[in-house]
């Protein structure tokens, strides 16, 4: 089973790779950078990035209406543009939540006023957000949160409570936030989904949390009292929103995704063949296990592909890959036997935990069947939702 590609989308993909090849070699060192578990690397230059793709018109492709300052892809052309972006090693994106989750969530369910007033910063690649969704309490079992917001007496949504695990809230500007705007409501029933502007010294304090790997993409936040710009959707409806933004964390990605897994496989597999390691028939046997899973997962991607009736569809594919990935991370470190347990380069106090990519990939790759919904909550809702069984009492 293989994707189809038209004149039109081949002609597209001309297009995409002279303009990424021609931008990316006018920023030496960008290439590669910012990956998961580097996204400290090149802050600076990774935003101007963001403002350069903007100004091509490259942000925005998959949303289904123009007029924001983006263009409109098909959807073969949109894979074709994640395709050349993963082969060039363009740098890891800042903007993917505001482009891929804020924006189809305020078409499919913002006003047009909300949608003039955010898009274009979006598409221009000048606002960045972050998704203000897990707590303390509250991380896969999102309907027990207990972040607040209430009006002050000019009418307007003052937030309070803590969120955890919100990726790049360190760099965003803005955070969309699931909040209990009805006191006295239980589960998902009086959540609402505002958006809160991160610069508010004394209302907005952003922690990173250091991550195996010693880097911080996640964070905990604490609003105090935060004023929200404005609320998406209707007071109480949050969860509605909520689980729509969800079904957006899928489809045109995960392919671009794994090309970065191909990647990282054939690192490995140069690895294997430069020690030697590939002759043990067990390393071997797991090597080619891989490489088909992969295959096995790009299929299940293109199959699903723009399908939006299809439940389990983002549980699967969650499943699929985020195990796999951990896979790739224990066999890159077992390939290299006892080599692995060493930095790169000797301690100093400037640089007292330097990992190398294939450790970084072990590291990081721990909590990949955790954070975007654990492995147990994927299968529950597959369970559930797919399969019919009975609900988890709760």
């Known amino acids: 089973m293989e994707f189809g590609f038209g004149h039109e989308d081949e002609t597209f993909r001309g297009e995409a790779r002279a303009w990424l090849g021609e931008h990316i070699r006018a920023r030496p060192g960008l290439a590669g950078r910012g990956g998961?578990?580097?996204?400290?690397?090149?802050?600076?230059?990774?935003?101007a990035w963001e403002r350069e793709l903007g100004a091509a018109g490259w942000i925005g492709l998959?949303?289904?209406r123009g007029g924001y300052g983006n263009r409109v892809a098909t959807l073969t052309q949109q894979v074709v543009w994640a395709e050349e972006y993963a082969r060039v090693r363009a740098p890891g994106r800042y903007g993917h939540i505001g482009e891929n989750l804020l924006a189809p969530t305020l078409l499919a369910h913002g006003t047009e006023e909300q949608r003039r007033r955010f898009l274009p910063p979006v598409a221009r690649g000048e606002e960045l957000w972050c998704q203000g969704y897990s707590e303390p309490g509250a991380g896969s079992d999102l309907a027990?949160?207990?972040?607040?917001?209430?009006?002050?007496?000019?009418?307007?949504?003052?937030?309070?409570g803590q969120k955890v695990w919100t990726s790049l809230a360190h760099q965003a500007d803005w955070c969309f936030v699931l909040a209990r705007t009805r006191p006295?409501?239980?589960?998902?029933?009086?959540l609402s989904f505002l958006l809160v502007p991160m610069d508010q010294p004394g209302r907005v304090d952003v922690r990173p949390i250091q991550q195996l790997t010693g880097?911080?993409?996640?964070?905990?936040v604490f609003f105090d009292g935060a004023v929200a710009a404005d609320l998406v959707g209707g007071e109480g409806d949050g969860w509605r929103v909520a689980m729509g933004l969800l079904g957006f964390e899928r489809g045109v990605s995960t392919l671009a995704q794994q090309i970065g897994f191909q990647e990282e496989l054939a690192a490995v597999v140069r690895d294997a063949v430069a020690s030697g390691a590939?002759?043990?028939?067990?390393?071997?046997d797991r090597i080619v296990r891989l490489w088909a899973e992969l295959r096995t997962m790009r299929w299940n991607a293109l199959r699903t592909l723009g399908g939006a009736e299809d439940a389990g569809a983002p549980s699967v594919a969650k499943l699929l890959w985020g195990g796999w990935h951990q896979r790739l991370g224990e066999l890159a470190?077992?390939?290299?036997?006892?080599?692995?347990?060493?930095?790169p380069r000797d301690w100093t106090p400037g640089a007292p935990y330097a990992l190398d990519?294939?450790?970084?990939?072990?590291?990081?790759?721990?909590?990949?069947?955790?954070?975007?919904?654990?492995?147990?909550?994927?299968?529950?809702?597959?369970?559930?939702?797919?399969?019919?069984?009975?609900?988890?009492?709760?």
Do not use: K
Not at 145 to 151: H, I, M, N, S
Not at 184 to 190: I, K
């Open 36 to 47: 998961p578990g580097s996204e400290h690397e090149a802050a600076a230059e990774r935003r």
């Open 333 to 343: 470190l077992r390939v290299r036997g006892a080599a692995a347990t060493a930095g």
């Open 144 to 160: 027990s949160l207990r972040t607040r917001a209430a009006r002050d007496g000019d009418g307007r949504w003052r937030v309070s």
């Open 215 to 220: 880097t911080s993409e996640f964070n905990e």
């Open 184 to 190: 006295d409501s239980r589960r998902h029933h009086g």
């Open 357 to 394: 990519e294939q450790q970084r990939l072990f590291l990081f790759s721990r909590a990949d069947t955790v954070y975007g919904g654990s492995d147990e909550i994927q299968r529950t809702i597959i369970a559930e939702r797919v399969l019919g069984l009975p609900r988890e009492a709760l």
């Open 278 to 284: 590939v002759r043990d028939p067990v390393l071997a």
């Open 62 to 64: 998959g949303w289904r």
